[in-house]
């Protein structure tokens, strides 16, 4: 971790004047050593050099943690970022990622942001039918992407008071901020989640930097592959997607109360609409996965602005880095 320096008194005419305690502070030096050592931290507030009470009895960079607090005296500027967290009770999904994110002020962090790098895109196991390959999508992987700002949003448009949920969809630019954690979990969206891939997510703190030291891994599930059984590697207990998921999306789309979740269910379009409810194109997509046709090469991720300032938009609708 980063650490200041104690003062030290220039050389050149000056003198030291007393500090709270009876020990002296610098202020225009006499080549000698001037230091508050017998400072007390307590006030939240950084005093010039003041020295903290932790046991590296070293200065502080950042704020000063009350006396007698377990993490030591000094809250340093550089703290890493709290670790981003997975909903274990979520299946995975074609076009969504959800996960949770902790409160900073438990880390002494300050605001963050969420990180989505792309591993691997489009990557089906068991491989697609000879007839339709997946289309290549490798020019963006070690890319990142960033989550957005979450709102909340009807599982069905046409219910505006029943069942919500926290969504964002990811753009090129880091979104950073304290309250990530006051939306539980968040479902993230965009032209970069797609099937059958897999990403790692870091929160990056906006003081330093720092990546958190764990990230997670996540994947998506195959193309229309959205209720059991699932298709999760080369020994697949039936053909997916098949009946049974085209029935749940059909399901959704009667607001039947067992359906799966609109972020299982929704399909389309390249940038799902996070406003819109499961409809006959969601359906027709799952029909193309039954029928074994390839995820549509038009729906792949859309390149980050690299010189556009807002209100310039990519070709997601989003303001370029």
Known sequence: MRRGRRAHCPSGPGSCIPCPGGALS?????????????????????????ICDGPDSLNCTGQCRPPGHSLGGCQFDDTVPPSPGIDTGQVDKNRYLCITLPD????????????????????????????????????????????GAPAEYAESAENPGG??????????????????????????AGAEV???????????????????????????????????DFCDSSACPTTQPDF???????????????????ARAQLQPRVPD????????????CVDDFKGLAYPAAWGPCPCLSTAVCPTLDECGRCGS
């Open 274 to 285: 996070l406003t819109s409810s499961v409809s006959f194109l969601d359906i027709s997509s």
């Open 163 to 188: 069942p919500k949920f926290n969504a964002a969809l990811l753009q090129c630019t880091p979104r950073y901020r304290a309250d990530w954690h006051t939306f539980g979990t968040i479902y993230m």
């Open 244 to 262: 049974m998921d085209i029935s749940a999306v059909v399901d959704k789309f009667k607001s039947v109360p067992t359906a799966p979740i609109r």
């Open 194 to 228: 797609r099937p059958s891939s897999s990403y790692e997510v870091h929160t990056v703190a906006q003081s330093s930097s720092l990546a958190s030291i764990a990230g997670i891994s996540m994947v998506t599930k195959r193309w229309g592959d959205m209720v059991a």
């Open 104 to 147: 900073p002020a438990a880390a002494e962090a300050g605001p963050y942001a969420v990180r989505v790098r792309l591993m691997n895109l489009q990557n089906p196991v068991p491989p697609n039918s000879p007839c339709c390959p997946p289309p290549n999508f490798d020019s963006y992987e070690g890319e990142d992407r960033w989550v």
């Open 26 to 50: 610098c202020v225009t030096g006499d080549g000698g050593t001037c230091t508050c050592d017998t400072w007390i931290c307590g006030d939240g507030v950084r005093q010039g050099s003041e």
